[in-house]
């Protein structure tokens, strides 16, 4: 597979999310800019901070 660049920005925040079970194309690569990445991580610190402690945690169903 081939990539092309589609970014109009010389440097950007690239995030890759992989699922190994899936295989090495089982891919998805987002690049963002700085305002933009600022912006997704308000983003997930706010739906964070609204929903119910532990919910998305990876101890999620286990005991304390």
Known sequence: ??????TPYEHTVNVDFLNPGLGAGARVAVE???????????ALRSALAHAPAGLASERQGQAS
């Not at 597979?1 to 589609?6: A, K, Q």
């Not at 963002?32 to 308000?42: K, Q, V, Y």
């Open 1 to 6: 597979m081939s990539t092309t660049r589609s």
């Open 32 to 42: 963002l800019t700085e305002e933009g990445a600022l912006a997704l991580i308000e």
